[in-house]
């Protein structure tokens, strides 16, 4: 199994900035991509960005510019700086990695999600 521990949300105002951490661990061979998602009230849950073991990175077009996803491959740990925040990226943010685990092979995992407010 993987567990997922992610930190660092919380109340900001519009043009703020916050960093998330995510921390995999668990029976993990290897990790193949790190990514958040998010999930507005009301809202389908969506792609914020996603990182690959090669380091190509994708964004959703809401957040290009503004947030940047880096991950450290030898603590397992991805992160998302998010800087310019607005009002619309208040949701719960949700880390996952798509990872390589012994016994079980290959599969996705989330996070519990952590809260960003975002205030006008």
């Known amino acids: 199994q993987v567990q997922l521990v992610e930190s660092g949300g919380g109340l900001v105002q519009a043009g703020g900035s916050l960093r998330l951490s995510c921390a995999a661990s668990?029976?993990?061979?290897?990790?193949?991509?790190m990514g958040w998602d998010r999930q507005a009230p009301g809202k389908q849950r969506e792609l914020v960005a996603r990182?690959?073991?090669?380091?190509?990175?994708n964004y959703a077009d809401s957040v290009k510019g503004r947030f940047t996803i880096s991950r450290d491959n030898a603590k397992n740990t991805v992160y998302l700086q998010m800087n310019s925040l607005k009002p619309e990226d208040t949701a719960v943010y949700y880390c996952?990695?798509?990872?390589?685990?012994?016994?079980?092979?290959?599969?996705?995992?989330w996070g519990q999600g952590t809260q960003v407010t975002v205030s006008s």
């Open positions: 996952n990695t798509n990872a390589w685990v012994r016994g079980r092979g290959v599969d996705d995992y």
């Open positions: 668990g029976s993990i061979v290897s990790i193949n991509a």
């Open positions: 990182i690959t073991s090669g380091d190509y990175t």
